[in-house]
Structure formats: structure tokens, C-alpha cells
């Protein structure tokens, strides 16, 4: 009916343009052509305004060529696409053909006058009534839709909270109440509506809900049924791999509906909806793109966990055990290792230690080659990984995460590993303090054996990152050692108890897992697509378009980083039509460290002569965009250019003395790519604190501003 609608539009502005002033129609031009210059539509605006401009010179009648202004005028007027604010189209549409309409009327004959009148009253006079029995209707289906919205909401918070039963028996209310509404919606109450503007959308938008959600929200509720995940138990190391399996074909069922769910709520959302019916819509499609995302992960999840697990043969893990409190690119310093074996569901620790014990294992010390893409050596040759072919520096191991890339990162450990003393591992495991808490969620408190050290959920992550370097002050042997037996205690508990389901185990592991504080690579391809679908291989993705993102590597050496607060802002100014983009990133560190002298002094000093207590690290900013200027403070300085994993990488060598804060401006301009529109990407660094992101990207020709506001965790695509 759009289409209809429109088109007797057009030809009514057509029709009275014949006889509209020559002014209006050259007005409405001009109007256009400010408001969305795209090219053609600009030089059509240029022209109506030349051509109308010649017929007021001439004062003639000219109504053909008055005409076919109009007819283009509403046609620009239909096609304008100004994202922002939202109606601002229409609202610029209806006045420039409502204008050129309202003048040709007043040219015309006073009878012509009469009937337009009369149409115009009986066309107010029918939007009144379709309004009116749209209330009705609306009235009479509000009581089913409520509740259906709110039995579909509370369904699939149910299902992401690993409650089956709940999930389906609410989804299969909510398909009841929607059948009921589904009558009144198709009644002849709504036909009228159908045919008025704004009105039309409300019932288009309930019908597509009806339809669609009725029946899609039944078959998600059967789905969901036939998923117990209940029946998959993780007994003293062992998992029940068939269970896994078992599972596949219920959650491959279940996504295929929830997807279709969330397919049908999104096709009824428009923003011409009104409260409450607009606001209820909203609140759903969160949830079912919510749900749509996690029945996606379910079923990668399912697919392969039996692989990991080494169904049919044997999986060997290294798994290094990092810690913020020294940061590197990829979150922190590699303190402890593991080596993991998985056989047919069985998951045992064969070997660990410290880093120490890597740095000085294997036949060749000083012989090793470090084996990685051409950008990491570039980059990170000068830092000991060797460069144009030279063997790496024997300590290289305490700095292989200095790349903020998982995969990189842990196909370096892995070819190290072999090199080091290790054999030939299937994938890397990467785990830091945030891990280890989530361990301890699902076993509960551990004391460390011939002290009287208890650690739980909430003392294990400040016993790790600042209270264990008081307690063994002056012994790092001892301190390392500690380190060792708290990562090697905490997994042999969760090896050695039954745990509960897999819902409670995937809610304990998800923030750490989301936010890189947990990672996983694997050797084998087919599992690593998997793994990277999942979120949880920590990779730095290259650029679509435009973003931007910025990591520290301690360079003191000290273990301060738990100290640095950090945030970021970035505001840029973008031509959404040539990519151009005019940036300025604000990244603000401050040391919150205020009495460095309560800390021993391999914690808070440094070799660089810096204060003690000075936060010491080479910052890289990383930017699609070409800097233009780097301020410190206000003081402008050089930072070192070079590539990385698909981004230009500005770096630099900041010092932040204890309870003082610095403020890095850096300017940027460039061209990114447009194609398939304007995204900004950030990539946070996982430290002990999150990091604050205030985004704010205008464009240049109407498109929807980009903002966020907040702490950032997980990797962020933005768009408009």
C-alpha cells in the first residue's frame, strides 16, 4: 500500500505544480540540495532552480515545464535519507510538496478550490475514523500483545539462564496470547488504518508480529524442550562427551527457531511506532538478538567441545598463566605454564612450571628461532624475538605476549614451547587472574598447603596482582613458586570435584572468556574457526573501516600496571560518501598508586630512573588514519610509526609518576573504507581495570551520529 500511497503523492504535487509559483518549486529545489547533496540528486535541485528560475524571469505560464519541476521536486522530496534526527525526511518531504501543493491550489479555480477542500476534509475526516478504530482494536489486542511480549521477554531471559522448562512454558504462552491477538489485528478494524501514514506502520508492524512471532515463537518453545543440558555431567576431571553430542541436533533445532524469532521481531520494529507498543518491541528484539547470538554459540560450542576434549585421540595444551599487573599487549606478563592433556574427555595436568624453567629448557638456549608473521618480527625483533633472521633473546619468553593478537601470540608460544624443553602442543590456552577467580566460583575456597593463605572468589585477584608481592617481599624464588602451586591447586580442584552444569560453568567462564582475560587458539584450523566465531581467541581484527585502539607494555620492569587507570575518547568528523575522516583520540593514564613505599621494590621501581612508583610503559596507538601530531600534556612529541596486523602502530615511551595522570592527544586524518557504511572498531586491552570509552563519530551528510559512553571490555564493532 507504500507504494500506492506515494505515488498518488507524486502526482498530486505533479498536478499542482502546473500552476504553483515559480518560486516554490525553485525554494523547494534549493531546500533539497542543502539538505542530502548526493550527486545526482544535487545537480536535479540545480536544475529545477536554473529552469524555475528562467520561468519567473519570463513570466510565462509555462505550466508543462512547471510540471515536470514539481514531478522532480517529489520525486528528490521521496528519496531524501537524512538518518538524523529520525523523520526529518519526511518532515522536509511534506513540507516542500505540501508547499508546492498548497500554492498551486491557490492559482487554481475557485470550483477546483471547492473540491480540494472537500477532498482534504473527507481524507481528515477518514484518517479520524481509521484512528478511531484502530484504537479500538488496538484496545481490544492490547491485553493479548502485552502479555505476549512479556511471556516472549521472560521466555528467553529463561532460556540464556539455562532454564528449559521456564523458557518453554513461557514461549508457549507467549505464542497463545499472540494467537488471540492475531484475529483482532487481521479484523476489518485495522483495513482503514492501512491506507493513513504513521497509522499504517503501527498495523503493518503488528501484523508481521503476529504472523510471523506466533508461529516461530511455538517452534522455539518446543526447541528448547528438547534441551537438557542437565544430562551432560563433568565428573573429576571427565566429560561426558556423548552427552555433548547428544545435544547437537536439540540446539541446532533451537537456533534455526530463534533465529526465525528474532528475524520476525526485527522486520516488525519501525521507528514511526509510539509507546507502548514501540518501547515493548524494543525491549523484545534486544532479547531476541540476545538470544539469537547465544543459540549461535550454543551449537559452535556443542560442535566443538568434543574436539577439544580429544574425542577419539589425544589433545596437548600449553597453557601460560599471565598477569596484568606487569602488562603486555595481550593483557600481561607470562609468569607460569601448564601442559594439559585431554584424552576421550579426560582432562589432566602432565607438566608444569615457571617461565624460568622455559627460558632455560631445551638443547639450544641461545639457539632458538622465533617463528611468526613478518609484522610481529618487525616489531618485536628489537624486544628479543631477533631480527632478519637471528635467533631470539634466551629471555624472550617473558615478552612473546607483547602483541595484542591471540593468535599470534600463541602460535610463537607454541613453536617456543616445542623449542624450549616441550613437546608439539594441539593449542594454547592463555589465562590470567580473572580465570583462576572463575575457577574458584565453581570450587570453591583453596588454602595453599604449610600456610595459612585462604583464597576465594573475592581475595584471589588482589592476592595475585598486589597483596602476594608484600607477602614473599625479597624472595621472588618464593614468590614464583607460589605463583605456580596457586594456578596448578586451582585446576587440580577443578579437575578433582563434580562439577554442576555446563549453564553454571559457561556463566562462571563467560566475563573472563568475553573479555580476553581466558583465551584459547588451536593448532588445528577447523577448530580455530570455531573458536574464533566464538568471541574467545583474542584476536586484534584488522579494519573494516575506521577505529581505533591502544595497548601498554611495561617497560619499567615493575608490576604497577594495576595502578593505571585508563580512558579513552575519540571524536571524528566523517564524510560518509569519500571515507575521509578528521580524528582526535584523547587517552588519559593516571597512576592511582599514591604511597609507592607500602610496596616492595620489584614491584614499584624501575631501571629507567624514574621516580619510584612511575607507571613505565611503550604505548602503541593503533589507527587506519595517518597522524598528524602527538601532544603530551600539551607538549608535542615524535612517536615511531609501523605496521601491525593491518594497522598503522604509533608508539611511544610514556612515564606516569605515582598519583599524577598524563593526557596523550593525538590527531588523525585519513580516507577508510565505506563500503557497506562507516563502522568504527575498538579492541580493549584486558587489564585490571576496564577501560573507559567515550565515542563520538558526526558525519557530514545527515547520517545517525556514533556514540558510546562507558566501560569497554569486549571487542567493539560500531556503527550508525
Known amino acids: 500500500m507504500d507504494p500506492v500511497l506515494t505515488g498518488l503523492a507524486a502526482a498530486l504535487v505533479t498536478w499542482a505544480g502546473a500552476t504553483s509559483v515559480w518560486w516554490v518549486a525553485g525554494g523547494a529545489g534549493a531546500v533539497i540540495a542543502v539538505a542530502q547533496p548526493a ?36 520525486q528528490l522530496a521521496l528519496r531524501l535519507d537524512l538518518r538524523s534526527p529520525f523523520g526529518l525526511s519526511a518532515a522536509l518531504a511534506a513540507v516542500t510538496m505540501g508547499a508546492i501543493v498548497l500554492s498551486g491550489l491557490r492559482r487554481r479555480s475557485a470550483e477546483t478550490r471547492r473540491t480540494a477542500r472537500i477532498i482534504g476534509l473527507g481524507a481528515l475526516a477518514f484518517s479520524g475514523l481509521s484512528l478511531l478504530l484502530l484504537v479500538i ?37 507467549g505464542a497463545s496470547a499472540l494467537s488471540g491477538a492475531r484475529s ?88 514511526w511506532l509510539v509507546d507502548p507498543l514501540g518501547s515493548r518491541l524494543r525491549s523484545l528484539s534486544r532479547e531476541t538478538a540476545k538470544a539469537d547470538l547465544q543459540a549461535r554459540n550454543a551449537v559452535e560450542a556443542a560442535r566443538l567441545a568434543p574436539a577439544l ?13 599471565t598477569t596484568p599487573a606487569e602488562a603486555r599487549g595481550l593483557g600481561g606478563f607470562p609468569g607460569n605454564w601448564a601442559e594439559i592433556t585431554t584424552q576421550n574427555g579426560r582432562i589432566t595436568i602432565t607438566r608444569s612450571g615457571t617461565v624460568i624453567s622455559l627460558i632455560n629448557g631445551g638443547d639450544n638456549k641461545d639457539g632458538r628461532i622465533v617463528h611468526a608473521p613478518k609484522d610481529y618480527l618487525d616489531r618485536y625483533g628489537k624486544y628479543g624475538a631477533g631480527e632478519d633472521g637471528a635467533p631470539m633473546s634466551r629471555m624472550f619468553w617473558n615478552n612473546i605476549t607483547l602483541s595484542p593478537d591471540g593468535p599470534t601470540v600463541a602460535e610463537v608460544a607454541a613453536d617456543l614451547y616445542l623449542q624450549s624443553g616441550g613437546q608439539q602442543v594441539d593449542g594454547v590456552v592463555v589465562a590470567d ?10 570450587t570453591g575456597p583453596l588454602t595453599r598447603a604449610g600456610t595459612e593463605t585462604t583464597l576465594t572468589p573475592t581475595n584471589i585477584v588482589p592476592y595475585l596482582l598486589i597483596d602476594q608481592y608484600r607477602v614473599y617481599a625479597g624472595s621472588t624464588a618464593d614468590r614464583k613458586d607460589a605463583l605456580q602451586d596457586v594456578s596448578n591447586q586451582a585446576i587440580q580442584a577443578l579437575l578433582a570435584k563434580d562439577l554442576p552444569s555446563p549453564v553454571v560453568i559457561a556463566r562462571a567462564f563467560g566475563k573472563p572468556l568475553a573479555s580476553g582475560h581466558l583465551m584459547f587458539w ?93 607507571i613505565r610503559s611503550l604505548i602503541t596507538a593503533y589507527s587506519p588514519l595517518q597522524v598528524l601530531s602527538v601532544e603530551i600534556n600539551g607538549q608535542r612529541t615524535a612517536w615511531s610509526e609501523e605496521t601491525e596486523l593491518g594497522w598503522r602502530a604509533y608508539s611511544g615511551l610514556i612515564t606516569v609518576p605515582p598519583g599524577d595522570e598524563i593526557v596523550i592527544t593525538i590527531r588523525l586524518r585519513g580516507k577508510v573504507s565505506v563500503v557497506g557504511g562507516y563502522s568504527w572498531l575498538t579492541k580493549p586491552q584486558p587489564l585490571s581495570a576496564p577501560n573507559n570509552v567515550r565515542a563520538l563519530v558526526r558525519f557530514r551528510h545527515g547520517k545517525r551520529s556514533i556514540r558510546h559512553s562507558g566501560p569497554l571490555e569486549v571487542t567493539a564493532h560500531l556503527t550508525s
Open 137 to 173: 482494536a488496538g484496545l481490544a489486542a492490547r491485553g493479548n500483545i502485552t502479555k505476549a511480549v512479556e511471556n516472549a521477554t521472560s521466555g528467553l531471559r529463561a532460556m540464556r539462564a539455562g532454564n528449559p522448562e521456564a523458557a518453554s512454558e513461557d514461549l508457549a504462552a
Open 522 to 614: 588451536s593448532l588445528h584450523p577447523e577448530d580455530q574457526a570455531a573458536i574464533r566465531a566464538l568471541g574467545i581467541s583474542g584476536t586484534m581484527p584488522a579494519p573494516e573501516s575506521d577505529g581505533f585502539s591502544y595497548t601498554l607494555n611495561n617497560s619499567g620492569p615493575n608490576k604497577l600496571d594495576t595502578f593505571a587507570s585508563r580512558s579513552l575518547t575519540y571524536e571524528a568528523s566523517v564524510n560518509e560518501r569519500s571515507g575521509a575522516v578528521e580524528a582526535t583520540a584523547t587517552i588519559t593514564i593516571k597512576n592511582t598508586l599514591t604511597d609507592p613505599d607500602t610496596l616492595p621494590e620489584d614491584v614499584s621501581g624501575n631501571k629507567r630512573g624514574a621516580p619510584k612508583g612511575s
Open 184 to 271: 483482532i489485528v487481521r479484523s476489518p478494524l485495522t483495513w482503514p488504518a492501512k491506507l493513513v501514514p504513521v497509522l499504517g506502520q503501527h498495523v503493518h508492524s503488528a501484523e508481521r508480529l503476529v504472523d510471523a512471532a506466533q508461529d516461530t515463537a511455538q517452534v522455539v518453545s518446543r526447541a528448547i524442550a528438547g534441551v537438557d543440558v542437565k544430562n551432560v555431567k563433568v565428573n573429576a576431571g571427565v566429560v561426558d562427551l556423548t552427552a555433548i553430542e547428544r545435544l547437537q541436533l536439540p540446539l541446532e533445532t533451537t537456533r534455526d527457531a530463534v533465529v526465525a524469532l528474532n528475524l520476525a521481531v526485527q522486520s516488525s520494529r519501525s521507528g
Open 39 to 74: 550527486s545526482w540528486q544535487l545537480w536535479v535541485a540545480l536544475a529545477v532552480c536554473i529552469v524555475m528560475s528562467g520561468v519567473g524571469a519570463t513570466r510565462e505560464s509555462a505550466a508543462v515545464t512547471r510540471s515536470l519541476c514539481a514531478a522532480a521536486i517529489a
Open 309 to 321: 576434549l580429544g574425542q577419539g585421540t589425544k589433545r596437548v595444551w600449553l597453557v601460560l598463566f
Open 433 to 442: 587472574p580473572y580465570a583462576l577467580q572463575a575457577i574458584l566460583t565453581l
